[in-house]
């Protein structure tokens, strides 16, 4: 049955009433769409009959404007339409006015320059660098832009590139105004009727729109939204499992890693059990907290131990925080219930050094060579054998390590060398690097066992569909459980103490730090350090200039 298109209707599961209309016929090919639906975000009939009445005037006026065509808009329309960014920016900001850290006032006067802003900057002393200013200039101006392109959409306005910029100079001065009241602000000086809000005609034409409000402690730009659906749920149907999938498909195509996808839908799948549901709507900042809370004093059910207060800010809140914040921008929420909710973390005493010491690392080498699968899977098996030795004279990652496919070890210009690439699991640079074997590796025969491995993974067998992350991930809890047998001191990590061990190793050797760091997949460390190639002939030097371990020594 078909609904009446000229009242609200009740959505059958939520309770919540919404508008429904269709589509003129002359302007589906514009919108693409026969028919346009929009949450009232309420469940009171009255209520909704008026904001159904809004919604309509809104859709209309954006309607008219799509067929009147483009047309040019004029600085007071804009400066009227901006007249709400101001608005709201205050009021996001108000209460913490020194938290507003994305608009910075001194540097208004040059965001409309007639010059391009260089992407490097010339001069010497720095080659390469990006000027500061420049940075925040850049990210000012486009914050700007990006605000203009929605509100000229939602206006049924050309997307013409003069209303493009009129409409951001009128945003950044509305945005200048509003973060000068908060400097002062900021300050103890308050006064009435300092901003000039409202004084801006607005277009009878213009269905006006609110940014949505930001929150204080993000500085990202953040979409317009109407104002009376501010702080409410823009999408009744938006659930924290559905959230996660959605930040990850974004994410994905951005290049980050499985493994932080894995890590977020662990934490969400977390909430979802402690809240009892999936609605993400409905969570709260005191639902966010009650979690924190939880998470800090609840024991693993894995581990048996409750986590660090560094493991659920840098992990749980971390995952909460992108989430929800990539839910606000994509009008699923419209606000973020994880912001600045944080954990102070001090930094634990240190009780020793972060790498194996030499007595450390021959007994987890020695136990390696010693170990026989008996029951156990073979890949597991040869795991134990091959990965502490290759951690020891790499300096990888374990779990670099543990996904290395036959493919990965190969010979070339003379070398054998493993190639270390996210194309087999995970890397956490996200960037494919090569490494030369040490001898001490070639005569303990580790080429010959990869020769005689079948194609794919050396070391696991990955899941369902080839998967690979949760394979690699109990491999890795497997071989930490392995060397804690060994070196049982909890004040080393069991797999990341061969990381820390290799960096002293090589200083010992004389390898200089920015090949080192070639070798460990770690950034430059300065701008002069990106500059030339560390190659496979260097790294081959270098590594053969670290010792063999000798297990008969004592």
């Known amino acids: 049955m078909t609904l ?14 919404w508008l429904r209309k269709r589509v003129p016929a002359d302007l589906v090919p514009v919108l693409g769409r026969r028919e346009v639906t929009r949450s009232l975000d309420t469940r009171d009939p009255a209520e909704a009959k008026r904001r159904h009445m809004q919604a309509l005037a809104e859709i209309e006026a954006q309607w008219t404007n799509l067929r009147a065509g483009p047309r040019p808009l004029t600085e007071r329309e804009a400066h009227g339409l901006a007249e709400t960014v101001f608005e709201n920016w205050l009021e996001a900001h108000r209460d913490h006015p020194s938290n507003q850290v994305l608009w910075h006032p001194e540097l208004y006067p040059k965001l409309w320059t007639a010059s391009p802003l260089p992407e490097r900057d010339p001069g010497p002393g720095s080659p390469g660098e990006v000027p500061l200013e420049n940075i925040l200039l850049r990210s000012m101006r486009k914050y700007c832009f990006e605000q203009a392109e929605i509100g000229l959409a939602l206006h049924g306005l050309g997307l013409d590139e003069d209303n493009r910029v009129t409409l951001a100079k009128a945003i950044a001065a509305a945005l200048q105004r509003a973060s000068l009241v908060l400097q002062r602000e900021a300050q103890g000086i308050f006064a009435s009727g300092e901003a000039p809000a409202g004084s801006v005609e607005r277009s009878a034409s213009l269905a006006v729109q609110r940014v949505q409000t930001p929150d204080p402690l993000r500085n990202s730009p953040l979409p317009v939204e109407p104002a009376e659906r501010r702080g409410k749920p823009a999408n009744e149907d938006a659930s924290l499992s559905g959230l996660v ?23 969400f799948s977390s909430l979802i059990a402690f809240l009892g549901h999936d609605d993400a709507t409905r969570v709260t900042r005191n639902d966010v907290v009650r979690f924190k809370d939880h998470r800090l004093t609840t ?40 912001a600045g909710i ?12 972060k790498g194996f010491t030499d007595a450390e690392a021959k007994a987890i080498l ?22 502490p030795w290759l951690c020891a004279f790499t300096g990888a990652r374990v779990g670099e390590v543990a996904q290395l496919r036959k493919v990965d070890v190969t010979q070339r210009d003379g070398h054998w060398v493993i190639r270390i690439t996210p194309e087999a699991g995970t890397v956490k640079t996200n960037e494919a690097r090569e490494v030369a074997l040490h001898p001490q590796l070639i005569d ?30 109990g491999l890795k809890n497997r071989l930490a459980e392995f060397a804690r047998a060994v070196v049982p001191d909890p004040n080393v990590a069991p797999n990341h103490g061969w990381r820390h061990r290799f960096k002293t190793v090589g200083m010992e050797a004389g390898i200089p730090p ?8 770690q950034a430059p460390r300065s701008v002069a350090d990106s500059y030339g190639d560390v190659t496979l002939k260097t790294i081959a030097a270098a590594i053969s200039q670290l010792s063999s371990y000798d297990l008969n020594e004592t």
């Open 245 to 267: 999938q959605g930040w990850w498909q974004e994410a994905q195509a951005a290049g980050l890693k499985p493994s932080t996808y894995e890590s977020y839908r662990h934490t």
């Open 299 to 338: 024991p693993s059910r894995r581990t048996g131990r409750i986590p660090s207060a560094k493991t659920v800010k840098d992990s749980d809140l971390s995952a909460l925080k992108a989430v929800f914040s990539w839910a606000v921008v994509n009008l699923k929420l419209t606000s973020n219930p994880a």
């Open 514 to 521: 920015r090949i080192l760091d070639a070798i460990q997949g």
């Open 444 to 473: 303990l025969g580790f080429p010959a066992f990869v020769e005689q491995s079948s194609h794919g993974p050396l070391f696991l067998t990955p899941g369902k569909g080839g998967e690979v992350l949760g394979p690699l991930q």
């Open 366 to 387: 020695k136990a390696a060579l010693d170990h026989r699968s008996g029951q156990e899977n073979p890949k597991t098996a040869a795991a134990k054998r091959w990965v």
């Open 342 to 353: 944080t954990i102070r973390v001090s930094k634990p005493p240190r009780m020793r050094s």
């Open 4 to 17: 009446p298109m000229t009242r609200p209707f009740k959505h059958p599961r939520t309770g919540i009433f």
